[in-house]
Each structure stands twice: as C-alpha cells, then as structure tokens.
T-cell receptor, first 113, second 113 residues
Framework: QKEVEQDPGPLSVPEGAIVSLNCTYSNSAFQYFMWYRQYSRKGPELLMYTYSSGNKEDGRFTAQVDKSSKYISLFIRDSQPSDSATYLCAMISVSSNTGKLIFGQGTTLQVKP | EPEVTQTPSHQVTQMGQEVILRCVPI?????FYWYRQILGQKVEFLVSFYNNEISEKSEIFDDQFSVERPDGSNFTLKIRSTKLEDSAMYFC???????????FGNGTRLTVT
C-alpha cells in the first residue's frame, strides 16, 4: 500500500463549481498536512498547512483533515479558470526531525470558463 | 514576499558529465532540501541539509550526488556523472525548521542526453 494516495484525475469542472480534492494515507505518524498548487513547469506553491483534525479556511480554500479515517481534503469554492493546475497533498511524520515531505501523485484540475 | 530562487531554469548535459544546480533559499531559513520530479511522477525527496551537514537522504541520493552550502546564501546540488535517468525537474526548498511548511523554487529542468 502506498503511503499517500491521490487520484491523478484529470478533474474537469465548470467555472464557479465547488471542487473537492482528496488524499488518503496509511501511516498514522503523519501529523502535518499541506496542500500545494503546481502550475505547469513551476515549483509547488504552498496553499494550506494544517496539523489538527477539522477544517481550516483561507479565502476560497478549505482544508479538512480526518485523522481517524486518514483522509484529507481540499475544497475550492467558486472555482476560477486560474485555479487550473495540479494540486499536491503532502505530509510530514511526527517523528521527522528533518521536515521531509511525502507527496501524493497530484490531481490535475481544469476549470472551464 | 521572499522566495527561493533556482538557476539555471533549464540545463542540458551529456551523459557522464557533471552538473551543478544552484539555489538561493529564503534568507532566514535554516533547513534546505532538494526534491526531484520525473515527468509524470510524484515529487520525491532527495536530501535535507541543516547546520552544514546532511540530516537525511533518500535511497535515490547515492554517491553520485552531493550537496554544499559554499557561502551564506547559496545551496548547491552536484551530480557527478549524470545518467539518462537523472533527467527530471529538480526543486530546491527551504523552511525555518522542523515541521514548518516548505517553500519551493521553480525548479531546474535537467535534460541528460
């Protein structure tokens, strides 16, 4: 079983839709969770960072963590064509003292005008 | 907003040649990283560096790879004798410590012919 699983998509939605992106993980030592956005041929850009179960909101983005189910989500409200990118979930183990990130495969999102 | 900068953006080299990829991390960050992304695959951890020494490295980071912080601002990745399979995007990242989120550069695309 892979440590972090993420459906690669592609996911295509109309402008204004609510988008739900998800990752599951197998290692209960993962306690710190990030979502990155990556445009083509660019580096990952940090969107959200959270370490507790529950929801965290920032503008149109909401990160949700359910540690009991080992499941994290990113919701994008009122999606825009500029949101078209690959979204990567990433995690750090509580036992890590080096900040090593484990990434999901990434989900490619296309928002159509 | 401070950012991680990487040069060059694209490097083409012949198999067996040495390459040095350069990074300038965010100035007040203490931890530095190299990650790799082969086309269509996950972002993978290579190495973390703190206090002028490697703190963790992956199986990928074999004797062909080395890292160095030659001065107070630069952080380099050297591949001593490149192979075709080293072709990938190489991302530098930095953070202020431990489990704080990583900030990535836009990468160097390495093409080995």
């Amino acid at each position: 079983q892979k440590e972090v699983e993420q459906d690669p998509g592609p996911l295509s939605v109309p402008e204004g839709a609510i988008v739900s992106l998800n990752c599951t993980y197998s290692n209960s030592a993962f306690q710190y969770f990030m979502w990155y956005r990556q445009y083509s041929r660019k580096g990952p850009e940090l969107l959200m960072y959270t370490y507790s179960s529950g929801n965290k909101e920032d503008g149109r983005f909401t990160a949700q963590v359910d540690k009991s189910s080992k499941y994290i989500s990113l919701f994008i409200r009122d999606s825009q064509p500029s949101d078209s990118a690959t979204y990567l979930c990433a995690m750090i183990s509580v036992s890590s003292n080096t900040g090593k990130l484990i990434f999901g495969q990434g989900t490619t999102l296309q928002v159509k005008p | 907003e401070p950012e991680v900068t990487q040069t060059p953006s694209h490097q083409v080299t012949q198999m067996g040649q040495e390459v040095i990829l350069r990074c300038v991390p965010i100035s007040n960050h203490l931890y530095f990283y190299w990650y790799r992304q082969i086309l269509g695959q996950k972002v993978e951890f290579l190495v973390s560096f703190y206090n002028n020494e490697i703190s963790e490295k992956s199986e990928i980071f074999d004797d062909q790879f080395s890292v160095e912080r030659p001065d107070g601002s630069n952080f380099t990745l050297k591949i001593r004798s490149t192979k075709l399979e080293d072709s990938a995007m190489y991302f530098c990242a930095s953070n202020s410590g431990g489990v704080s989120p990583l900030h990535f550069g836009n990468g160097t695309r390495l093409t080995v012919t």
